[in-house]
Nanobody
Framework: QVQLLESGGGSVQAGGSLKLSCAVS????????LGWFRQAPGKEREGIAM???????RYAAFLKGRFTISKDHVENILHLQIHSLKPEDTAMYYC?????????????????WGKGTLVTISS
C-alpha cells in the first residue's frame, strides 16, 4: 500500500515559480516508480515527469525545460519545480506511483494517486 500527499500548490502570477512536493509513505518494504501528472479543467490527465528508482528522469516532450523532477531519498519526498509559469499551466497536479515504470502517456496504468494540489496561474 502506498500513500501520496501533495502540497505546494497555490495562485501565482505568470512568470513565477512553484515547487510542489509529494510525501510518499508505504506499508512495509515497497519500492515504486514515481511521477507527476496534471489535469487542466475540461482536459484529460497528462503526464509531466517521472523518476526511475535509479534516479533517471524523463519528461513529457511538450514541457520545454520548465519542469524539474527530483526526489529527497532521506525524507522520501518527491518534488516538482516549475519555472516561468504560464496561464496554461493552471491545473490540478497529481503525484503518481506504480510498481512498474510509469508511462507518461498512460495515466490509466498508474497504481496509486494522490489527491492533487491545485495550481492557478494568472496573467
Amino acid at each position: 500500500q502506498v500513500q501520496l500527499l501533495e502540497s505546494g500548490g497555490g495562485s501565482v502570477q505568470a512568470g513565477g515559480s512553484l515547487k510542489l512536493s509529494c510525501a510518499v509513505s508505504t506499508v512495509g518494504y515497497v519500492t515504486v516508480y514515481l511521477g507527476w501528472f496534471r489535469q487542466a479543467p475540461g482536459k484529460e490527465r497528462e503526464g509531466i515527469a517521472m523518476i526511475d528508482r535509479d534516479g533517471t528522469t524523463r519528461y513529457a516532450a511538450f514541457l520545454k525545460g520548465r519542469f524539474t523532477i527530483s526526489k529527497d531519498h532521506v525524507e522520501n519526498i518527491l518534488h516538482l519545480q516549475i519555472h516561468s509559469l504560464k496561464p496554461e499551466d493552471t491545473a490540478m497536479y497529481y503525484c503518481a506511483a506504480s510498481h512498474w515504470p510509469l508511462n507518461l502517456g498512460r495515466p490509466e496504468a498508474v497504481d496509486y494517486w494522490g489527491k492533487g494540489t491545485l495550481v492557478t496561474i494568472s496573467s
